[in-house]
């Protein structure tokens, strides 16, 4: 599984992309993370508002930093 998130590194996408990577690992989920700050992007998802999360091309947030309970019930999905 490919997880991508999509921010230019406020405050919000550095802990979305931590607790995405705390998420994986205590949940030995395999899957790859991929940080992306390239605005060009986040045009291409629609993304208007950072940060993002993207689980195989899909976006499954935006503009908030979910939960660590939602972020496992997201990547349960995409596993």
Do not use: H, R
């Not at 690992?25 to 986040?42: G, P």
């Not at 045009?43 to 309970?69: F, H, M, Q, R």
Request: aromatic share 6%.
């Amino acid at each position: 599984m490919i997880v991508k998130v999509l921010g230019a590194g406020c405050k919000k996408c550095s802990t979305l992309e931590e607790n995405v990577k705390k998420v994986i690992n205590e949940n030995q989920i395999d899957a790859v993370v991929e940080k992306v700050t390239d605005i060009q992007e986040f045009i291409k998802y629609g993304i208007l508002s950072t940060p993002a999360l993207i689980i195989d091309e899909k976006v499954v947030s935006y503009g908030t930093v979910p939960s660590n309970v939602k972020l496992l019930e997201w990547l349960k999905k995409g596993n």
